[in-house]
Nanobody, 121 residues
Framework: QVQLVESGGGLVQAGGSLRLTCAYSGRTFSNYAMGWFRQAPGKEREFVAAIRWSGGRTYYADSVKGRFTITRDSTKNTVYLQMNSLKPEDTAVYYC??????????????WGQGTQVTVTS
């Protein structure tokens, strides 16, 4: 069973910043990249960013490139998402999961509770 706990969301004005944290456990994640997804009201969950454990290569959705940065701390089983220059369209619930970065799909069916990010204009 996978345990994924996201935190760090909040309410912020456009142009502001937030740092999200994902703590994970329960399965082997080191064979996969770790990533962030988000789901806005009325929309499907979408890929945001991913980072490989080996080598640290990163992947980003076009909509967040240059604004978001994903990092990881394998000693703490934690992944972070630094979000800068936030826009109202970034408003969503953010989730983490293991991910296959080549197709941007989550590996596990289990999801955490997510963390709400709300950006006001």
């Amino acid at each position: 069973q996978v345990q994924l706990v996201e935190s760090g969301g909040g309410l912020v004005q456009a142009g502001g910043s937030l740092r999200l944290t994902c703590a994970y456990s329960g399965r082997t994640f080191s064979n996969y990249a770790m990533g962030w997804f988000r789901q806005a009201p009325g929309k499907e969950r979408e890929f945001v960013a991913a980072i490989r454990w080996s080598g640290g290569r990163t992947y980003y959705a076009d909509s967040v490139k240059g604004r978001f940065t994903i990092t990881r701390d394998s000693t703490k089983n934690t992944v972070y998402l630094q979000m800068n220059s936030l826009k109202p369209e970034d408003t969503a619930v953010y989730y983490c999961n293991a991910v296959e970065p080549l197709n941007k799909r989550p590996i596990y069916d289990d999801w955490g509770q997510g963390t709400q990010v709300t950006v006001t204009s």
